[in-house]
């Protein structure tokens, strides 16, 4: 009994936390090349995360970047049309791919 009234008592005091003052997040400048296919992925992939997340994958083979549009489309329900996934592709081998295919 002692233990579920420490767990309720953990779990329920962060409700009552207040922030005195201003919260600021942060402005990350991405450097983002610019080039064919750009528009694209600012229609498809940019409406849900920041283009951070493309950097912080690294340089990839093609390969990498094509199964990374599979699980966005198919394990999280992207709506991206077939020949804007193939643009999307090779945009993000042509500016952040390592230059191998697999």
């Known amino acids: 009994m002692k233990k579920l009234l420490l767990i309720t008592i953990l779990l329920t005091g962060s409700l009552f936390a207040q922030v005195k003052g201003n919260i600021e997040v942060p402005y990350i400048p991405y450097k983002i090349k610019m080039g064919k296919g750009f528009s694209t992925v600012q229609a498809n992939?940019?409406?849900?995360?920041?283009?951070?997340?493309?950097?912080?994958?690294?340089?990839?083979?093609?390969?990498f970047w094509e199964e990374k549009i599979h699980k966005m489309v198919h394990s999280f329900k992207a709506h991206i049309k077939k020949k804007d996934q193939v643009i999307i592709a090779n945009y993000l081998f042509k500016y952040y791919g390592n230059g191998k295919l697999k």
């Open 45 to 63: 992939c940019l409406t849900c995360h920041s283009f951070g997340y493309v950097l912080n994958m690294g340089k990839q083979p093609k390969a």
